[in-house]
């Protein structure tokens, strides 16, 4: 490690602590999610609508409970706190203060990853670039007497392009894929709270 992070150069350095960060972004958000947010019950929506559709919003809290997600929890708060005899605004307001509460946490640290993964290929490049620059000042220098000379350069200069991207690789990849996990999540709550909602205007 220490051999490449000497032949590397500075930028080497810079791509090493961008690692030790995104790496301990991605366990962190990883253990988060999978404490935080389990699957979705299949029959959540269906008990869910039926409990509201007969009024038994008791039983309904209680589904929501056993729910451990974000979706379970904001159906959940927008039952214990909806006013009935309110109007579509005022529901639809509540559904989103509720969902940011509970969607927010789920987002922290992720614009770190994505960040990551968009400049450790530049820093990595440019690394590639510079090192590229002294290879061919050495040929210059020294002439083409010894291609082992420029070779060495070249494959040393494009140690930080793989750097860069071994870091970007998979941060771009847990971003897109908790990303995608958030933006489930969105759908469920507005599906289910639209259900409910239009349940309630026709009581």
Not at 12 to 34: D, G, K, P, Q
Not at 133 to 159: E, Y
Request: net charge neutral.
């Amino acid at each position: 490690m220490m051999y490449y992070l000497k032949v590397g150069g500075p930028l080497m350095w810079i791509l090493f602590f961008l690692s030790i960060i995104s790496t301990a972004i991605i366990i962190e958000r990883v253990v988060f999610f999978w404490r935080r947010e389990k699957n979705l019950s299949r029959d959540f929506k269906t008990n869910i609508i039926t409990c509201v559709s007969s009024n038994d919003m008791e039983r309904a809290v209680k589904i929501c409970v056993k729910e451990k997600n974000c979706v379970g929890n904001t159906v959940k708060c927008f039952l214990m706190r909806c006013d009935r005899s309110g109007d579509f605004h005022h529901f639809d307001q509540l559904v989103k203060e509720i969902g940011l509460e509970e969607i927010s946490p789920l987002e922290e640290r992720l614009h770190l990853l994505a960040i990551i993964g968009y400049i450790a290929p530049m820093i990595g490049l440019l690394g590639t670039v510079t090192g590229m620059i002294d290879a061919f000042r050495n040929l210059s220098t020294f002439g083409a007497g010894d291609p082992s000379l420029v070779a060495d350069g070249i494959s040393k200069a494009l140690l930080t392009t793989a750097a860069g991207l071994s870091i970007a690789i998979p941060a771009i990849v847990v971003y897109n894929l908790l990303n995608k996990k958030i933006e489930e999540t969105e759908a469920n709550i507005d599906k289910i709270t639209t259900n409910i909602i239009n349940i309630i205007r026709k009581n």
